[in-house]
């Protein structure tokens, strides 16, 4: 049995809006971003004028614009996970990282974040791009409890807008950053327990949606929008036959890939709108944090005897979801 003792996130200062976007005369205004994605704002760690002046043409460029690193980010949704858990540098005895873009071939990023917070424990990247949540939470399932220390620290650094074409306007809509964080025991209950997860692929789909090295993220974006509404919804259905409470009591909290695609799925799997959880309107695509900061957003209001069904898919493809219930605090 795995817990989560606290969850944070960081989105960063920098707002892409619709007017910003339209600014940049790529053939997208305001009605044609909220007709196709549903997306009204973005973060990111890029500064504007970059942006404008370049497009991100030269994505190696943009380290140097970059008001934060991943390591930065990813420390500052720890500090606040580690916060809510009331734990300290020193209790944590693993660190995973990983998302869709990483600044380092070497070495894990779990490294740099825990040099960043002060971490001395083993550290090693677990991702999967957008479905990292889930991956790293079901790779902590099947560890056996005795081998893992008290508490580990899973980190989702997420700022992909450094890889964004922004002379394209089918990616610039998308994308935005934060960071997401979660302190796991197996050790120690708390009141958010996690009654299952799951993680599957479909490696003949590699090719989907990627990101080379040192490249713009690409996607066949009519397929991946298929594969994500199928998935989403059956995803949620497996995790509601384990549930307690039923489908029809069951929130929603699904990848933040864009409006259109989480309403899909809650058309698909029947999931009423009060409890469809999601903040991808304000936030765009944040690639595998954009489902964990809806949860870290709504903390503390989580209340006994509610149940959460994050649901997330992405590049691989990969797809997996996690059954979260809450407990008495």
């Given amino acids: ?90 209790d944590v005895g693993l660190v995973l990282a990983g998302g869709c873009s990483p600044q380092w071939l070497i070495p894990a990023e779990a490294c740099l974040i825990a040099a960043e917070l002060g971490i001395e424990a083993p550290c090693l990247d677990v991702s999967s791009a957008c479905s990292t949540f889930a991956a790293q939470i079901d790779f902590l399932r099947r560890c056996s409890p005795d081998a893992l220390p008290e508490h580990v620290l899973i980190v989702q650094p997420e700022n992909t807008t450094r890889t964004v074409d922004y002379g394209d306007r089918r990616g610039a809509v998308l994308w935005g950053d934060a960071s997401t964080a979660a302190v796991i025991s197996a050790k120690r209950p708390a009141r958010v327990r996690v009654a299952h997860a799951s993680l599957h692929s479909d490696p003949k789909g590699w090719d989907k949606v990627r990101i080379p090295s040192g490249g713009h993220f690409e996607q066949d974006g009519r397929a991946v929008q298929g594969f994500a509404i199928r998935k989403g919804a059956s995803t949620f259905l497996e995790l509601a036959e384990r549930s307690a409470r039923g489908p029809h009591e069951l929130y929603f909290v699904g990848h933040q890939a864009n409006l259109l695609v989480l309403e899909g799925i809650c058309r698909r799997a029947e999931i009423e709108s009060e409890r469809h959880l999601y903040n991808v309107q304000d936030y765009g695509n944040c690639g595998a944090a954009g489902a964990p900061s809806v949860l870290s957003e709504r903390w503390d209001t989580l209340a006994e005897g509610d149940e959460l069904a994050l649901v997330v898919v992405g590049s691989g493809l990969t797809w997996g979801g996690v059954l979260l219930q809450i407990g008495a605090a």
């Fill in 1 to 90: 049995m795995l817990y989560v003792h606290g969850i944070g996130h960081f989105h960063p200062e920098n707002v892409i809006d619709n007017t910003f976007l339209e600014s940049l005369d790529i053939g997208t205004d305001d009605a044609w971003i909220m007709e196709r994605v549903g997306i009204r704002t973005r973060r990111t760690v890029l500064c504007l004028d970059y942006i404008r002046q370049t497009l991100n043409r030269d994505p190696r460029a943009a380290k140097e614009a970059s008001s934060h690193q991943n390591r930065e980010t990813g420390a500052l949704a720890a500090k606040m996970a580690m916060s809510r858990a009331g734990i300290t540098a020193a």
